[in-house]
Nanobody
């Protein structure tokens, strides 16, 4: 079993910055892709940024140039640095982690509990 703990959400003014963190804990697994999604009421959850186990990254067009995803493999932690925030970035942000169970060699997906990000003056 893998547990994900998110932190770093809050209220920020337009143009401000926030940094989200998500730490995966447990045993018997290797972390593959780590990603961030977001969701607003009445809409589907959307991918914000993804960081596979290599160095490549994927970003939603709406956040390119403003958000940066990074990971610390030694801590099984993924970060989302959000700069130049806009009111339309307001959402609940969810960490998403795909792990490989070393015993079964099967991949499992886990979600964080979600953290609210509100961009408002």
């Amino acid at each position: 079993q893998v547990q994900l703990v998110e932190s770093g959400g809050g209220l920020v003014q337009p143009g401000g910055s926030l940094r989200l963190s998500c730490a995966a804990s447990g045993s018997g697994f290797s972390v593959n892709t780590m990603a961030w999604y977001r969701q607003v009421p009445g809409k589907e959850r959307e991918l914000v940024a993804a960081r596979p186990s290599g160095r490549s990254t994927n970003y939603a067009d709406s956040v390119k140039g403003r958000f940066t995803i990074s990971r610390d493999n030694s801590k099984n932690t993924v970060y989302l640095q959000m700069n130049s925030l806009k009111p339309e970035d307001t959402a609940v942000y969810y960490c998403n982690v795909k792990v490989l169970n070393r015993a079964s060699l099967r991949e499992y997906t886990y979600w964080g509990q979600g953290t609210q990000v509100t961009v408002s003056s």
